[in-house]
């Protein structure tokens, strides 16, 4: 009989703890061990990530400020650093592609690392976590930790390590697998929201292993043809087919390109508005140019306080210039509505991207003109920084600098 | 709180196999020995190439940058305490 030479799979999921806090307490020894709110920037209100310490309190991410200094009265407010946090995160990718070829960089403070191949050199998947750990301290310091998930698939390795302690390393086996399912929420279950929660809650389930006691034709009325098989492999602790898609994401170019910014107050200038979307557009155009990319469906998104608006427009043609972009989005989008609320929050976004080379070239002459200009800012910009040339429109507007997001959207830009 | 100098600083260090630790530095003509450092990064904007080290003396944090491309200091923020 022919022995069975497939190795089983292992798959890890690193989770560093309390990552923006953690960087911040590691650099500074003063903020260890104290409850630490991180805020977007000076002034802003809500807690984009919390210290563990702050967490104890009950402080958690989107909480707002008011709320998190009741329940936490010592709470320390930091700004984010997020220059940081992604060299940091490409030093963890360092870190990781030296133990094993199969890395997953999920965001900017978790990856799946595969040991399937390697475990003639990791027999032990607890060692392996072990020295994750140990590596991860030795390069960005000793009070930066991780917990490490394992099991034998990224669904299970990932809860794995939402549900272990800060600085732990915890397996779910076949043997354990359904009994804890059985006890865990789904907001710990990768890929289920609020909403979903909810929709379940009113049907009495609670827990992801109660799915085995309904059908897919059963939940298809509620959840429709997409979600209701993905929630019976959620429930029989199979891998989602959102997270067996990452490894059809890595050898795909980016898709689509989009940027959205939350202002400090609401908005009913109509020049600021301009502004900002002219900053944001300039923005998605750099990142889209430096990919040597162009898209052809162009969209934007306001929100007030309760209303929000949204165009879009698919062309026959794609784009990848700042002045003809935002032409499309605010001469011919914006301006064909009539704005019936102040804005808070301003999206663009620029999609169905295509490599240039792989495009039709054009022949209008005015095109060609602008693309020189266009070529020649992005020889400032590479030598100077973005925005070092900007439009007189924009003179005087303190401008919006690109920040990386925690979900690393666009992590192929970032090189992750 | 974090407060924002953005000074020009002397630094002194000694490059290693790691690459360039700093060893103390001068600012406002007095001399800061550095204890440790806790955290390196770098980021780029455009062409520039920073690397910013978290530094503490007696007890107190400093954040120092340095441009690579111009070769120069900058102590960029103090932390205060309240």
Known sequence: MKANLTPPTRITHVDINSYFATL???????????????????????????????????????????????LAPHLITVPAEFDRYLDCTRRLKQIFVELSPDVHIFSLDEAFIDITHC???????????????????????????????????RL?????????????????????????????????????????????????IT???????????????????????????????ENSHLLSLLDKQES??????????????????????????????????????????????????????????????????????????????YNDLYQSWHRTFKVIKFGVFLSDLEFVDDLTPTLIPEWHRQERVSQAIDAVTAKYGLFS?????LIGFKMIRPEVTGFLGDKKYYGL | MYQRINEVVEVVGSYTGRGFTPKRFKWQNNIYDIDQITLKNDARDGGRHLRFYSVIVKGNAYRLRFDRDEEKWLLEEVWYEG
Not at chain 1, 141 to 153: D, K, M, Q, R, Y
Not at chain 1, 187 to 202: A, N, P, S, T
Not at chain 1, 209 to 222: G, I, S, V
Request: glycine share 8%; proline share 4%.
């Open chain 1, 156 to 204: 299970l390795a990932k809860l794995a390590s939402e549900i272990t302690r800060p600085d732990s390393i915890f397996e779910i086996t076949e043997q354990n697998k359904d009994a804890i399912l059985a006890k865990v929420g789904f907001k710990d279950m990768c890929g289920v929201g609020r909403r979903l929660e909810e929709k379940l809650k009113l049907l009495g």
């Open chain 1, 389 to 393: 040339i900007k439009p007189a429109s």
């Open chain 1, 207 to 237: 827990h992801p292993y109660e799915l085995n006691f309904w059908t897919e034709a059963e939940l298809r009325p509620t959840f429709g043809p997409f979600w209701a098989p993905e929630l019976k492999r959620i429930g029989a602790g």
């Open chain 1, 119 to 153: 475990q003639h050199i990791y027999p032990d998947a607890q060692a392996f976590g072990r020295l994750v750990q140990e590596r991860i301290k030795q390069e960005l310091g000793e009070w930066v930790t991780c917990s490490v998930g394992i099991s034998h698939n």
């Open chain 1, 24 to 70: 911040l307490q590691q650099e500074n020894p003063a903020l260890r061990g104290k409850p630490i709110g991180v805020l977007k920037s000076a002034g802003r209100t809500c807690i984009i990530a919390a210290s563990k310490e702050a967490k104890t309190f009950g402080v958690k991410t989107g909480s707002y400020l008011k709320e998190a200094l009741q």
């Open chain 1, 252 to 329: 795909q170019p980016m898709k689509s390109v989009g940027r959205t910014i939350t202002g400090y107050q609401l908005c009913d200038s109509e020049l600021h508005i301009r502004q900002t979307l002219y900053n944001l557009t300039e923005e998605l155009i750099y990142k889209v140019r430096k990919m040597k990319m162009a898209g052809r469906h162009v969209g934007i998104s306001l929100w007030g306080e309760e209303q929000s608006w949204y165009a879009h427009r698919t062309l026959q043609y794609h784009v990848r210039q700042t002045r003809e972009l935002f032409k499309l989005l």
